[in-house]
């Protein structure tokens, strides 16, 4: 199966932004469609945004709808979350998330990488 390492969470001021990115190797990345989550403190695991295998089709949460953007390179075997407009509830681990195309659910994660918004 694939393995994804995330990359680009940080400390970030109410207002500002990240870029998350997330690598996999081991497999045919554009046979899978990929996701991104994330749990903050006391908090289950939530969906953040979702894109299909080709890139065509996009899912955000409404939490994310209008700050943030996934997009894909399947060139480069990459997915990226671009979150604008952050605030303090965006204050979670963000795990990266792969399933088969034909799947329903993911069930490939990454190790997750923190970003905490500071007011």
């Known amino acids: 199966q694939v393995l994804l390492v995330e990359s680009g969470g940080g400390m970030v001021q109410a207002g500002g932004s990240l870029r998350l990115s997330c690598a996999a190797s081991g497999h045919t990345f554009s046979n899978y469609a990929m996701g991104w989550f994330r749990q903050a403190p006391g908090k289950e695991r939530e969906f953040v945004s979702g894109?299909?295998?080709?890139?065509?089709?996009?899912y955000y949460a409404d939490s994310a709808k209008g700050r943030f953007t996934i997009s894909r390179d399947n060139a480069k075997n990459t997915v990226s979350l671009q979150m604008n407009s952050l605030n303090p509830e965006d204050t979670a681990v963000y795990y990266c998330?792969?399933?088969?195309?034909?799947?329903?659910?993911?069930?490939?994660w990454g190790q997750g990488t923190q970003v905490t918004v500071s007011s």
């Open positions: 998330a792969a399933k088969l195309f034909y799947k329903s659910d993911y069930d490939v």
């Open positions: 894109i299909s295998w080709s890139g065509g089709n996009t």
